[in-house]
């Protein structure tokens, strides 16, 4: 039981190019979670999703886009990246709990450098 | 929108007791969430209220005001390893997002 996977762990991108984060759970949970954290910032979340083939934008989505097209998989893009993205980022995912999400449960991070 | 409000920093000694507070803005609100961060690591979770009062989890609690729009982490018999970063996080039913606060960093002294 791996619990919530997070690929690639280390990232250093050039302005303008693309990539991919994955995020994997094998909880079966409903819920899943995009975070960036930067210093003092603590956690911003990007963007969300409440079950397979929905998502929703967070706090700041701008610049990410996600998919979820398997409920085990929540993947986080960057079409365009600017150094503005650098920072940790962190998938969460929940179970349903009395009708909304219980305990997160993250991956161990990815770290993106944008130079 | 969502606001969540809590010390950057709380210093303490081994052996004490520290009381991390945070107060929110929020529509919807459905509860209130604590989670812990070692440097280099992933947030974890502590402790979850849904309802005014006193939740209590070993050496840690957690309190919640509903009607003040404000919530507590108690940590007792502090320990060298409590020093983290502490995180508390509204969970809303607009949408079932779950937004974190700054953090407060807890230095524990010997």
């Known amino acids: 039981n791996a619990g919530v996977t997070q690929t690639p762990k280390f990232r250093v991108l050039k302005t303008g190019q693309s990539m991919t984060l994955l995020c994997a759970q094998d909880m079966n949970h409903e819920y899943m979670y995009w975070y960036r954290q930067d210093p003092g910032m603590g956690l911003r979340l990007i963007h969300y999703?409440?079950?397979?083939?929905?998502?929703a934008k967070g706090e700041v989505p701008d610049g990410y886009n996600v998919s979820r097209l398997k409920k085990q998989n929540f993947l986080l893009g960057l079409e365009s990246a600017a150094p503005s993205q650098t920072s940790v980022y962190f998938c969460?995912?929940?179970?349903?709990?009395?009708?909304?999400?219980?305990?997160?449960?993250f991956g161990e991070g990815s770290r993106l450098t944008v130079l | 929108g969502q606001s969540l409000e809590q010390p950057s920093e709380v210093t303490a000694v081994e052996g004490a007791i520290v009381q991390i507070n945070c107060t929110y803005q929020?529509?919807?609100?459905?509860?209130l969430s604590w989670y812990q961060q070692h440097d280099g690591g992933a947030p974890t979770f502590l402790s979850y209220n849904a309802l005014d009062g006193l939740e209590e989890t070993g050496r840690f609690s957690s309190f919640l005001s509903r009607s003040d729009s404000y919530g507590y982490l108690l940590l007792q018999e502090l320990q060298m390893k409590d020093s983290a970063s502490y995180f508390c996080?509204?969970?809303?039913?607009?949408?079932?997002?779950?937004?974190f606060g700054a953090g407060t960093r807890l230095f524990v002294k010997a």
């Open positions: 996080a509204v969970l809303n039913t607009g949408g079932f997002k779950t937004i």
């Open positions: 999703s409440v079950g397979e083939g929905t998502t």
């Open positions: 969460a995912s929940s179970y349903r709990d009395t009708g909304g999400p219980g305990e997160l449960f």
């Open positions: 929020t529509s919807g609100f459905y509860g």
